[in-house]
């Protein structure tokens, strides 16, 4: 299995569990207590089943965007293979000694892993021309979805206006999800067929 159908399974696997965060599921398992915590699945959610639904798409956005992330690693150390005069990682000779003949891998796997993700999507956009620049734009958007449920407690910032006002909890279905994922798969095989 390559790298784009590695990503491409694992998204297709992420539609089941936005399948779980259907009402009809939440309301079969609502009087759930699996671990016995003494607090069943409708007590856990606050009586609420839009926090269910939204725990559960936010979670599958992190996961896909996670694999999605690591794809886009793995193509930019492919490429980086391939062109090492676009490595811009320095070495010390005591590197260079240690790697020997694996030196080229190893700083392409080292400056892929170091890059944020907007500087792989910089990258990307720099390197392989021809990338559909609106898909390019809306990844970085779910980027910036990912960021403020990771590092904002799910609450939007001013990346998200107008999708989100300024301080408004991020509220994900899964039909918008789902599409992100179809988006993220777009972009892969863009990519992939560039490389």
Do not use: C, M, W
């Given at each position: 299995m390559n790298d784009l159908d590695y990503l491409i399974n694992q998204l297709d696997l992420l539609i089941g569990f936005l399948d779980v965060s259907d009402e009809q599921v939440y309301q079969q398992i609502?009087?759930?207590?699996?671990?016995?915590?003494?607090?069943?699945?409708?007590?856990?959610?606050?009586k609420n089943y839009e926090n269910y639904k939204n725990h559960i798409t936010t979670s599958a956005l992190l996961l896909g965007f996670s694999h999605f992330e690591d794809f886009l690693t793995k193509c930019i150390v492919k490429l980086l293979?391939?062109?090492?005069?676009?490595?811009?990682f320095k070495v010390t000779l005591k590197t260079i000694i240690e790697k020997g003949n694996n030196l080229v891998l190893a700083m392409a796997q080292e400056q892929s892993r170091r890059l944020t993700f907007a500087d792989k999507m910089k990258f990307i956009?720099?390197?392989?021309?021809?990338?559909?620049?609106?898909?390019?734009?809306?990844?970085k958007f779910v980027n910036d979805i990912r960021n403020c449920l990771m590092h904002h407690n799910g609450i939007a910032d001013n990346r998200l206006i107008p999708k989100f006002n300024y301080g408004q909890k991020i509220i994900l279905n899964s039909v918008e999800v789902n599409g992100y994922g179809l988006q993220a798969r777009q972009l892969a095989r863009e990519i992939w067929n560039r490389i």
């Open positions: 609502k009087d759930h207590d699996r671990f016995n915590l003494g607090l069943t699945i409708e007590q856990l959610y606050n293979l391939a062109n090492p005069d676009k490595n811009e956009e720099k390197n392989l021309q021809g990338v559909s620049t609106s898909l390019l734009s809306e990844v």
